[in-house]
């Protein structure tokens, strides 16, 4: 098996903090959850982040107001 820091460019998603940090010694690009979301919908794979952000939360994606703001600004959602 090929160790993925052996592979040209790889990309991991990570929303744990430790786990980013860790990513981010090794150089290795990352992206999170939101992340995901936000490139899901420039790439018109979902027309909206909104009701998407409201399913994360009831399952208990953590996201503080001031996060799912700036997200939804980003997405260029009300």
């Given at each position: 098996m090929e160790c993925p820091l052996e592979r040209v460019d790889p990309v991991v998603i990570?929303?744990?903090a430790l786990a980013r940090r860790y990513a981010?010694?090794?150089k290795i690009r990352l992206t999170g959850t939101l992340g995901i979301l936000l490139?899901?919908?420039r790439r018109g794979l979902?027309?909206?982040v909104t009701p998407l952000l409201d399913d994360?939360?009831?399952?208990?994606?953590r996201l503080s107001d001031?996060?799912?703001r700036a997200v939804l600004r980003m997405a260029e959602e009300p």
């Open positions: 990570l929303d744990d981010e010694v090794l490139d899901a919908k979902v027309s909206s994360l939360q009831r399952l208990g994606f001031q996060t799912r």
